[in-house]
T-cell receptor, first 115, second 112 residues
C-alpha cells in the first residue's frame, strides 16, 4: 500500500491554458474525492466518485472543470482556460466503500500556480 | 448549511506546554468529527475521530471529545513537542453525504 499518489506535485501554467492532474488512489478503495485548498484555508470539496460513477459535484466545480475516473481506478481533474483564481492546492483522497468518509486518506496534492 | 469554526492561529507554545485548539460546528443531524494534521510539505493525515456524542478520539497524545451540548470538538495535548508543529484542521462528515467539511485550520508552532 503506497498511499494516494498525485501527479504532478507542482504545475505552473499561463492563464488560458488547460491543465490536467492525475490521482492514483489506494488500491481497492472504491471512493475517490477531489478537494481544493487555497492559502490559509481548509480544503473545500469539489467532487466524489464511487467506482467510475461521479455521484456528487460541488457548485465550486464550474463548467471549466471536469473530472473522470475511467474503470474506477485512477482519476483525472482537468481545468480548461485556467484563470488566476484557480491557483490553489488540489487534493485527492480515497476511502474504502465500507467506511464512508471516516477513513479518507489524502495525497500530497498538486499545487497549481496560474500566471 | 453545515460548517466548522476553528480558533485562528498561529498558536505559539513552548515545548511541554499544554495545547488547546478550539473547534465548534454547525450541522443538521449527527455528524462524525475529525481532526486532521498537515505537516509542512505533506498531505493531510487523519489524527483522530469521533463518530457519536461523548466519544473521545485519541492518538499520539492528542485527545478530543465530541460534545453535542456545546457542538464542540476541541483538540488537546498535555505536553507538546517541537515535532507537533503543523497545521491542524477540524472537520465534520455526514453519512448522508460523503464529503468532509473543514475548518480554516490552526497553525501550531512549538518552540524548543
Amino acid at each position: 500500500d503506497t498511499g494516494v499518489s498525485q501527479n504532478p506535485r507542482h504545475k505552473i501554467t499561463k492563464r488560458g491554458q488547460n491543465v490536467t492532474f492525475r490521482c492514483d488512489p489506494i488500491s481497492e478503495h472504491n471512493r475517490l474525492y477531489w478537494y481544493r485548498q487555497t492559502l490559509g484555508q481548509g480544503p473545500e470539496f469539489l467532487t466524489y466518485f464511487q467506482n467510475e460513477a461521479q455521484l456528487e459535484k460541488s457548485r465550486l466545480l464550474s463548467d471549466r472543470f471536469s473530472a473522470e475516473r475511467p474503470k474506477g481506478s485512477f482519476s483525472t481533474l482537468e481545468i480548461q482556460r485556467t484563470e488566476q483564481g484557480d491557483s490553489a492546492m488540489y487534493l485527492c483522497a480515497s476511502s474504502p466503500v465500507n467506511r464512508g468518509n471516516t477513513e479518507a486518506f489524502f495525497g500530497q496534492g498538486t499545487r497549481l500556480t496560474v500566471v | 448549511g453545515d460548517s466548522v469554526t476553528q480558533m485562528e492561529g498561529p498558536v505559539t507554545l513552548s515545548e511541554e506546554a499544554f495545547l488547546t485548539i478550539n473547534c465548534t460546528y454547525t450541522a443538521t443531524g449527527y455528524p462524525s468529527l475529525f481532526w486532521y494534521v498537515q505537516y509542512p510539505g505533506e498531505g493531510l493525515q487523519l489524527l483522530l475521530k469521533a463518530t457519536k456524542a461523548d466519544d473521545k478520539g485519541s492518538n499520539k497524545g492528542f485527545e478530543a471529545t465530541y460534545r453535542k451540548e456545546t457542538t464542540s470538538f476541541h483538540l488537546e495535548k498535555g505536553s507538546v513537542q517541537v515535532s507537533d508543529s503543523a497545521v491542524y484542521f477540524c472537520a465534520l462528515g455526514m453519512d448522508s453525504s460523503y464529503k468532509l467539511i473543514f475548518g480554516s485550520g490552526t497553525r501550531l508552532l512549538v518552540r524548543p
